[in-house]
């Protein structure tokens, strides 16, 4: 294999060009004229066939501790035949013990912590716990995050820091310009003064039941018909095979003329962009969960950089970027002030426009990938060089 002095070691089967991975690869290729090698978990099973083939069929009997470990025994063969890498900067915790598995301390580990699983009290899993403890330096993307597991776990942190996910506005601002609200509008057959209210990103399940809230909010949509009745209501990135329950409670509230249900799109897809483009109001949903409520969501600085109103739910994680001045918060649960937030902007446009834009200048000043690439490169860089 290629000789990296720093590695990226991902999860994920596909890498997308807007994700953290290769923001990281350009921060330091920038920065510091280091080439970061990613490497994905799913290329090392491949690498390892009765691995992976066991690998894959523990996991669809729900045997996820014996498909785990498959996926880090070939990891590890895998890992071993890099040659020359000083440090692994690691996505989840997951990453992070293959790499401590395969080098012990030889290696300089960086835990860049996007899966952050919390229990309902708001305390790790005892392997999320255990694998804290052996990274060297663990980045949050989350700054309600970091302070939550430094008030718990503060004597098992080596050292943290944070850097949020943020976003890549010269890529984000060239798709976002090109888009065509029209062309979205006509593609669905969306009049023009029809009033847009638009869910926009990757509806999952945790614990069983749907993560972000999303279902929560039908009731509330529900009585909003009967102050804005041109609403229509756009739900994209649910996959209805996987959320059969969503539609048949959108049916059971009578919105399914008024909403449309859009799949899982590329990031930049031109139809996405359209419809952000088209939208009026942009719903930045949460839950109760801890897992949610402490992230700061990678859909938010996209909302924030679309300079478009956001109605957010109060939590921690969207609190720590957006504020008063930039968004409209609602308490969890309380369908009069989500559905009051909404009739506020669409009376007066203007109020939320100002907000919208405030958050645009906030994105631009602090969540652009080049404000945040050197920050990242120089807390790693310091670590592992000096």
């Known amino acids: 294999m290629v000789s990296h002095s720093i590695i990226y070691l991902t999860p994920f089967p596909k ?13 330091f290729e920038k ?12 290329e090392f099973l491949n690498n390892h066939p009765p691995l992976n083939y066991l690998g894959r069929f523990t ?7 014996l498909s785990r470990l498959c996926t880090e025994i070939s990891s590890i063969f895998s890992l071993k035949k890099i040659n020359g890498f000083k440090a692994a900067i690691c996505l989840n915790t997951l990453t992070t013990q293959v790499v401590r598995k395969a080098f012990r301390e030889y290696i300089f580990v960086v835990l860049d912590y996007m899966d952050v699983f919390l229990k309902n009290n708001g305390e790790l899993t005892s392997y999320e716990t255990k694998t804290i403890t052996k990274a060297d ?12 597991l430094n008030k718990f776990y503060g004597k098992l942190i080596r050292r943290s820091e944070y850097v949020p996910f943020g976003i890549d506005l010269s890529n984000f601002d060239k798709h976002f310009t090109k888009a065509n609200p029209s062309e979205f509008r006509k593609c669905y057959g969306i009049r023009d003064y029809e009033f847009i209210v638009t869910f926009s990103g990757i509806a999952w399940k945790g614990l069983r039941k749907e993560a972000h809230g999303i279902f929560e909010l039908i009731p509330a949509l529900k009585k909003l018909l009967q102050n804005i009745p041109h609403i229509k209501i756009v739900f ?16 059971k509230h009578s919105l399914l003329e008024r909403t449309l249900i859009l799949p899982v799109m590329r990031r930049y897809d031109n139809l996405r962009m359209s419809l952000l483009k088209a939208s009026n109001i942009l719903l930045l949903p949460s839950s109760n969960w801890p897992t949610i409520a402490y992230a700061e969501q990678m859909k938010t600085f996209e909302y924030m950089a679309a300079a478009k109103p956001i109605v957010a739910h109060d939590v921690p994680g969207l609190r720590g970027v957006l504020n008063d001045s930039t968004a409209f918060f609602c308490k969890l649960e309380d369908t009069e002030n989500f ?4 009739i506020n902007i669409y009376e007066n446009p203007d109020e939320a426009y100002e907000k919208a834009e405030k958050a645009r200048i906030q994105v631009v000043q602090n969540y652009d990938w080049k404000i945040l690439a050197p920050k990242y490169v120089k807390i790693i860089a310091n670590s592992i060089f000096h």
């Open 15 to 27: 890498i997308d060009s807007g994700r953290r991975e290769y923001f990281v690869k350009s921060a």
């Open 339 to 342: 559905v009051s937030n909404i």
């Open 236 to 251: 994209q990135g649910i996959d209805i095979s996987k959320f059969m329950e969503f539609y048949k409670k959108i049916k």
């Open 31 to 42: 920065h510091m004229g280091i080439d970061v090698g990613i490497y994905t978990l799913r």
């Open 137 to 148: 330096i663990i980045i949050f993307w989350s700054k309600a995050l970091k302070e939550l």
């Open 59 to 65: 996991y669809k009997i729900h045997l996820y501790p």
